[in-house]
């Protein structure tokens, strides 16, 4: 997910996103212990998500 595209998100639906990204971040950590994980890079991509969307969520907030 790109920046504009969250840029065009409520704060509530950053939220949700927010939320569904970390539950994909432990299932895709457990699968890596585990030794299930096939694309390792899903992981990285993950990571950044999570990072973008808390960068505009800060942007917001020191926007206000």
Do not use: P
């Not at 949700?16 to 990285?44: H, I, M, P």
């Amino acid at each position: 997910m790109q920046a504009f595209e969250i840029r065009n998100l409520s704060d509530d639906e950053i939220k949700t996103k927010l939320e569904e990204s970390y539950e994909e971040l432990f299932n895709l950590r457990f699968q890596l212990t585990v030794g299930q994980a096939r694309d390792t890079n899903q992981l990285s991509a993950v990571k950044k998500d999570v990072a973008r969307l808390k960068t505009v969520l800060r942007e917001r907030q020191l926007s206000a």
